[in-house]
């Protein structure tokens, strides 16, 4: 099965998810979004996989993010936003076979595998 974390190393909880699917025997594909950015597609399917819709992807803790979801704005917004300053998105994300959801709490990452 493959598994991608999209992870954020200064992050405790991103560091955790990937401890903990280490734990269970997986070595997933790391993506550091902060470096490699985000594209439509990846965050559409990320969207879609966790239920969430792409407001459910914000970081609710960035004033950007929080000053997004205030305001109502649309996915054509959100999408433009994640792009234009990755740190926007919630982490860690994980994605497998099965699905893909926020790893917070970080045992939310044992569902998806």
Do not use: F
């Given at each position: 099965?493959?598994?991608?974390?999209?992870?954020?190393p200064?992050?405790?909880?991103?560091?955790?998810?990937?401890?903990?699917?280490?734990?269970?025997?997986?070595?997933?594909?790391?993506?550091?979004?902060?470096?490699?950015?985000?594209?439509?597609?990846?965050?559409?399917?990320?969207?879609?996989?966790?239920?969430?819709?792409?407001?459910?992807?914000?970081?609710?803790?960035?004033?950007?993010?929080?000053?997004?979801?205030?305001?109502?704005?649309?996915?054509?917004?959100?999408?433009?936003?994640?792009?234009?300053?990755?740190?926007?998105?919630e982490?860690?994300?994980?994605?497998?076979?099965?699905?893909?959801?926020?790893g917070?709490?970080?045992?939310?990452?044992?569902?998806?595998?």
């Open positions: 099965m493959s598994v991608v974390l999209y992870h954020n200064k992050c405790s909880t991103s560091r955790n998810a990937l401890g903990l699917l280490r734990e269970q025997g997986d070595e997933p594909t790391v993506v550091e979004y902060l470096k490699a950015g985000w594209d439509r597609e990846t965050l559409e399917r990320l969207a879609s996989r966790t239920g969430l819709g792409l407001s459910g992807l914000l970081r609710k803790k960035e004033a950007h993010a929080k000053a997004l979801l205030d305001a109502g704005a649309d996915d054509e917004a959100i999408l433009a936003a994640a792009i234009a300053q990755p740190i926007l998105i982490r860690p994300i994980v994605e497998t076979d099965k699905g893909a959801v926020i917070r709490p970080v045992e939310r990452v044992l569902e998806v595998l």
